[in-house]
C-alpha cells in the first residue's frame, strides 16, 4: 500500500474513457475567438459549456480596462490582501460591490473557491453548526471541513426537511449558517429562497447564499435570486465569483453585519493568498458596472435561455426543472453521455460532460451553458447538434 493507491480507481476510469476517444481533461482552446467560439482539438466550435453569461470576456471596455491596469500598476501583486497585495483597485471594487448590493461591507477574495472557503472557515468554528443543501458546491463542502462546525446537510432544495433539522438544533440554531446556492451549478435550479428565508425567520440562524451562478442573471438588477425573490433582507451573506457573469477570476462577499471586516483577520484563505491583479481588478469593476448600465444583456440571456430549453426539450430531452442559463440535459448511462459528447464536439459544439459523483443523483449529464453573446444561430445549431444524437441516448 503506497501513498498512490486511492489514486488507481481514478487511472482506471482515465482508461476507460480514454478507451472510448474521451479525454475531457485534455479539451485545449487553442484559440478563443469571442465569448461563444473558439478552436478546439483543431476544429472550429461553438462554446456552450464556460459560463460566460453575459459574454462580457471580450468587451472592449473589460479589456482595454484591463490593459491600462497591467501597464500602470504591473502584471501582479505578488502578495496577499493583508500584506502588499491590496490596491487602490481592490477597495474600490469593494466599495462598488457594497453600493451594487446595498450592503454595508464587502470583501474581495482571490476565487469564488476561496470566498466559500474563507467566510465558512472564518465565520463558523467547532461547536457551530453549518446546514447544507446536499447540491451545494464542492468548496461550500471544504469551507464547512476547514471550519471545524459540525456539518449537517439538507435534502435538495426540500424546505420540509431543513425545517424538520433547524427544529431539532434548538438553542444551537443561534449558532447555525444555512447554506445555499442562487442557481445550482449542475442542474440550473433556483433554491426554493422565499420558503427557506421563511423557515430562516421562524427558528433563526444566518443565511448565506453563494449566487455565483445567479449574479447578472437574475433579479431587476441583475444581483441575483435573492434579488428576484425579494428576500434580501432575510439573506445574512452574499458570496459569488467575479469568474462567471463577471467574465474574470475572483470572489467576493458582501453583508450588512459590521463583523464582515473582521473577517478579514480571522480567515486563513484571505490572509495567506496572494490577491487578484490589477488587471482582473479593473476588468471586474468595468463588468460590474456594465451589469448595473445594460440590463438588455440579462434579457438576452434569457431569451437565449428559453430557445435552447424549449428546444431540448421539444427533443424529449430530459432537462432540469427550471428555465436558467445552466441547462442540464441528463443521461441515465454515462457511456451514452461520453458518445453524445463527443458527437457534439466533432459537430463543432461545446458543452461539458458531467459524470458522477460530481453529479447530484449519480447519472451523468451534458451541462450547457448559455450567454447572452450567443446568437439566435449559434443556439439553434446548439439545437441542431442535440437532435442528431441518437433517439435512445434521451
Ligand atoms: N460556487 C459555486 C456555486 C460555483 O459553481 C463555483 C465554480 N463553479 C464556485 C463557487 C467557485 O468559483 P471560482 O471559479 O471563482 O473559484
Redesign the pocket.
Known amino acids: 500500500m503506497t501513498i498512490f493507491a486511492k489514486l488507481k480507481p481514478l487511472a482506471e476510469a482515465r482508461e476507460r474513457l480514454a478507451a472510448m476517444g474521451v479525454d475531457r481533461f485534455n479539451v485545449v482552446m487553442e484559440e478563443v475567438y469571442s465569448a461563444t467560439e473558439a478552436r478546439v482539438n483543431g476544429r472550429r466550435v461553438i462554446l456552450a459549456g464556460t459560463n460566460n453569461y453575459l459574454g462580457l470576456t471580450f468587451d472592449p471596455e473589460c479589456i482595454e480596462a484591463s490593459c491600462a491596469a497591467a501597464r500602470s500598476a504591473g502584471t501582479g501583486t505578488t502578495g496577499s490582501r493583508m500584506a502588499n497585495g491590496t490596491l487602490d483597485g481592490h477597495l474600490a471594487l469593494e466599495k462598488e460591490l457594497a453600493d451594487f448590493y446595498g450592503c454595508r461591507e464587502a470583501i474581495v477574495f482571490s ?4 470566498a ?1 472557503l474563507g467566510m465558512l472557515s472564518g465565520l463558523a468554528g467547532p461547536g457551530d453548526v453549518i446546514m447544507i443543501d446536499t447540491d451545494c ?1 464542492a ?1 461550500i463542502y471544504d469551507g464547512c471541513r476547514l471550519s471545524g462546525a459540525d456539518i449537517l446537510r439538507f435534502r435538495h432544495n426540500n424546505v420540509a426537511d431543513l425545517d424538520k433539522r433547524l427544529r431539532r438544533l434548538g438553542e444551537r440554531i443561534h449558532r447555525t449558517i444555512i447554506v445555499i ?1 442562487g442557481i445550482y ?1 449542475m442542474l440550473g435550479d433556483r433554491a426554493a429562497i422565499a420558503e427557506i428565508a421563511a423557515v430562516k425567520r421562524k427558528y433563526g440562524g444566518y443565511l448565506m447564499v ?1 449566487e ?2 445567479s449574479l447578472g442573471v437574475l433579479g431587476e438588477r441583475g444581483r441575483g435570486l435573492a434579488e428576484e425573490a425579494g428576500v434580501e433582507n432575510d439573506v445574512d451573506f452574499v458570496v459569488g ?3 462567471k457573469s463577471l467574465g474574470s ?3 467576493f462577499c458582501v453583508s450588512n453585519h459590521p463583523e464582515l471586516e473582521l473577517i478579514r483577520y480571522a480567515s486563513r484563505p484571505y490572509v495567506f493568498t496572494a490577491s487578484p491583479s490589477p488587471a482582473t481588478i479593473a476588468s471586474t469593476r468595468k463588468a460590474l458596472a456594465l451589469i448595473g448600465s445594460r440590463p438588455e444583456l440579462r434579457q438576452r440571456l434569457r431569451e437565449n435561455a428559453e430557445q435552447l430549453y424549449r428546444g431540448l426539450t421539444a427533443l424529449g430531452f430530459r432537462l432540469g426543472p427550471d428555465v436558467t442559463p445552466v441547462i442540464a440535459v441528463r443521461m441515465e448511462k454515462a457511456e451514452a453521455a461520453f458518445a453524445a459528447w463527443k458527437q457534439l464536439l466533432v459537430e463543432g459544439i461545446y458543452v461539458n460532460l458531467v459524470l458522477p459523483p460530481a453529479t447530484p443523483d449519480g447519472g451523468s449529464m451534458l451541462r450547457c451553458s448559455v450567454s447572452a453573446a450567443h446568437t439566435v444561430e449559434q443556439i439553434e445549431a446548439i439545437r441542431t447538434a442535440f437532435e442528431h444524437l441518437p433517439a435512445d441516448w434521451r
Open positions: 476565487t469564488g473557491f476561496v466559500n458546491h468548496s446556492e451549478s453563494d455565483a451562478h465569483t467575479f469568474s477570476i475572483g470572489g
